[in-house]
């Protein structure tokens, strides 16, 4: 379990500064034109003070508010103590119940909503243009109102943090390259790390990526389809030994491999086939920075999935995906969670 660190909102009961510009208009000087009280639900505080300001160049008048307050009933602090509480595992009734037992009672479908005003403003995340050249790409079935529905995510393996995510109406190549086009020019993407579905395949050979397949797949992948076959231990050995070692010219040493099982049709098969991805298994080796599995990629869908199984599924595709955006949010180890940035986006 990676350790998590967060910092909740400051909530000031005071307005201490002035306005900077018109929420109406791009004026910048304004008239003081009042206070008033604002009951507000909060850990500590009941009420704080909002000041009125009238802009000099549009003439409508705005509300000023004190620090980690606005519009809403609730202050920024229980907004994000909500969201933080659900992503973290808790029911959003189990969220209610805590909430009333510190002394600030919100019902579920405010929870609800607090969690998905965080998935947003995760969502609108800016993308970190030219920072990727290596990208792992993966999916994950979930349920959206009882219909498995396939959801790809884009990480950055060396951090582990979710770039994208998008919904698939399939497992199929169209479906990838449209996925994956947008943002393999947008972040300057040179290598994209896999699982072994062969649908990616095409779609890399399209964008001009390089391919690393995951090796944690094909080894299992291979030790599955040998046992499958009886017999022939010797050329079973060298396959396991040219999957597992890597060498330098495998590629040849396997087109040689299958001229002596062509007796066997399922074993030729596979040799041919680990022949023609040979490539693809050692782009680690030319490229710097390019990880020979896909497991941190697992490892990010892994965050998701852990709160997903305490659920019965999502009820909307906007659900899901703030949901999918604040669990990652979450779960991310190594970094303290700002969740006063995070709700003044």
Known sequence: ???????????????????????????????????????????????????????????????????????????????????LLWGMGLSHQAVSHLLMALGQAIAKMTSWRDVQEMGEALSRKP?????????????????????KIVVGLLVEPEKGELIGMELLVEQES??????????????????????DLSTYKPVVEALGLEHQVCLAHVRKNVTRRLKKNLGWEKEKGEIQAL????????????????????????????????????????????????????????????????RYKLMRGFKSLSGMRNALWLTQWVWRPGEIGDLATLIAR
């Open 127 to 147: 993308r970190p243009v030219g920072r990727g050249v290596v990208l792992g790409a993966d999916e994950t079935v979930v349920k959206v109102k009882g219909a």
């Open 1 to 83: 379990m990676p350790r998590v660190r967060f910092i909740l909102p400051e909530v000031k009961t005071t307005v201490k500064t002035r306005p900077t510009n018109c929420p109406y208009c791009p004026g910048i000087t304004f008239q003081r034109h009042g206070a008033l009280s604002k009951p507000l639900k909060d850990l500590h505080f009941s009420q704080v003070q909002v000041v009125r300001y009238r802009c000099t160049t549009c003439w409508r008048t705005f509300r000023h508010y004190p620090q980690g307050v606005d519009s809403h009933d609730q202050s920024q602090r229980l907004r994000a103590l909500a969201a």
């Open 174 to 195: 169209e479906a990838f390259y449209r996925w994956l086009q947008e943002y393999t020019q947008e972040l300057g993407v040179k290598a994209l790390v896999s699982d």
């Open 243 to 306: 999957i597992k070692g890597l060498p330098e010219g495998g590629g040849k040493a396997l087109l040689e491999l299958e001229k002596e099982v062509r007796g066997e049709p399922r074993l030729r098969e596979l040799v041919v086939e680990l022949c023609q991805k040979w490539r693809r298994l050692v782009c680690w080796e030319r490229i710097d920075g390019v990880p020979k599995t896909n497991n941190r990629t697992e490892q990010v869908i892994g965050r998701s999935k852990i």
